[in-house]
């Protein structure tokens, strides 16, 4: 049986080298001061692993920091994410959404606090980085970038059978690329490429999927398409989390929102969510976050 070997061809997929988290952080300059305070998430936040609401979250914030060369990405996040659930996370830019993402998908080791994925979800979960963050110059294949999702399945020395390859042909025809196979990822254009990455999530077949900016400088063609997909994956009881910036698809699709601004200003309902005073709210934290406070000493 002809087998086409994958051995070296993760080095096209890699992430950038995360920072070292630090133990020590800095505090907002408004942390703690009057009607700036951060408010109350729900509480399932300090549920009992006994509590129904707190069994029924795939993945579970505690108290969550993630630090850069002691300045907060993400400030004391605490939060839960049901399994099944569709959520946005929004907010300004430097808000601390990308690092939130990567601390959920084990890629940053957080400063305090934890994140924890409910037993089934353990060792399952798919990441669908931002395009700066791959290189693509690479000579890689469509149909190899797209069967790296099965990795897992693999192994460091291991191939892709007649089946696996057939599973990343039915995965690229679902996003439109049939007949891209022997492509390079090099050669396609940046909405082209967007369908490659959502065919390799879809090879993973991942109980949790998180998604980093997955609509960014695509049209609208394509972001309909992808969206599609996700909508999908919504209704198979997947749990699926969205760096978004686009409000108004925000408010169309995503039932449920966060919305960071370091910290949580909110979280829920997307409607009540994405009101007006919580915008303004976000953007007022984000312009007075204060780089020169006095840091907050951690307990390792």
Request: hydrophobic share 40%; with cysteine.
């Amino acid at each position: 049986m002809k087998r086409h070997g994958l051995i070296g061809r993760t080095t096209a997929m890699a992430l950038r080298p995360a920072h070292p988290h630090e133990h020590q952080h800095r505090h907002p300059k408004h942390h703690g001061h009057g009607d700036t305070d951060v408010p109350t998430l729900p509480a399932h936040r300090h549920a009992h692993r006994s509590d129904p609401e707190a069994m029924a979250a795939a993945i579970r914030v505690d108290n969550l920091t993630v630090s850069y060369h002691r300045h907060p990405a993400v400030h004391h996040l605490s939060c839960a994410f049901k399994v099944g659930s569709l959520t946005a996370i929004v907010g300004p830019n430097g808000a601390g959404k990308s690092s939130l993402m990567h601390a959920l998908g084990g890629r940053l080791v957080p400063s305090t606090g934890s994140v924890q994925l409910a037993q089934p979800q353990r060792g399952r979960l798919a990441y669908l980085p931002q395009q700066s963050e791959i290189d693509r110059s690479f000579p890689l294949r469509v149909l190899d970038a797209v069967l790296l999702g099965a990795w897992r399945s693999l192994g460091l020395f291991g191939g892709a059978d007649a089946a696996l390859q057939q599973r990343g042909h039915e995965a690229l025809a679902a996003v439109g690329l049939g007949g891209f196979e022997r492509r390079l990822v090099g050669e396609l254009s940046v909405g082209q490429f967007q369908r490659v990455l959502f065919a390799r999530v879809m090879l993973q077949d991942a109980p949790v999927i998180l998604l980093d900016e997955p609509f960014n400088a695509i049209d609208e063609r394509t972001t309909a398409d992808l969206m599609a997909l996700v909508q999908r994956w919504h209704q198979e009881q997947r749990t699926v989390l969205a760096v978004l910036h686009d409000m108004e698809l925000v408010r169309r699709s995503f039932p449920q929102t966060l919305l960071l601004a370091r910290e949580a200003v909110a979280f829920g309902d997307t409607r009540t969510v994405l009101s007006a005073a919580n915008l303004q709210r976000a953007r007022h934290m984000a312009e007075h976050w204060d780089e020169d406070a006095a840091s907050c000493k951690v307990t390792a």
